[in-house]
């Protein structure tokens, strides 16, 4: 069992940064590819962005190439989100996943954190 939980969301302007994060617990975190999804109001639930377990590959929704960067240290068993040149359409609940697996995949995650908002005003 995987415990995933989210911090950092909040309320940003357009154009501004936040970063999220999400720590994991119960597992070795090392073995799995972790994920950020999103969704918005009215919504379904999307993929942001992935990572290895080694750190060294990334993969990204074509909405956030560029501007949200992902990353990972697995001493501290901790997942990272940078969202720069946030925008309205950014403004959803983002969630931390877990899979135990070596590919990059957007989908089927076993493992969920219970989500942290970051509101984009205009």
């Known amino acids: 069992q995987v415990q995933l939980v989210e911090s950092g969301g909040g309320l940003v302007q357009a154009g501004g940064s936040l970063s999220v994060s999400c720590a994991a617990s119960?597992?070795?975190?090392?073995?799995?590819?972790m994920a950020w999804f999103r969704q918005a109001p009215g919504k379904e639930r999307e993929f942001v962005a992935a990572i290895h377990w080694t750190g060294q590959s990334t993969r990204y929704a074509d909405a956030v190439t560029g501007r949200f960067t992902i990353s990972r240290d697995n001493a501290k068993n901790t997942v990272y989100l940078q969202l720069n040149s946030l925008k309205p359409d950014d403004t959803a609940v983002y969630f931390c996943?877990?899979?135990?697996?070596?590919?990059?995949?957007?989908?089927?995650?076993?493992?969920w954190g219970q989500g942290t908002q970051v509101t984009v005003s205009s």
């Open positions: 996943a877990a899979k135990q697996t070596s590919v990059l995949s957007t989908t089927a995650y076993k493992y």
């Open positions: 119960g597992r070795t975190f090392s073995n799995y590819v």
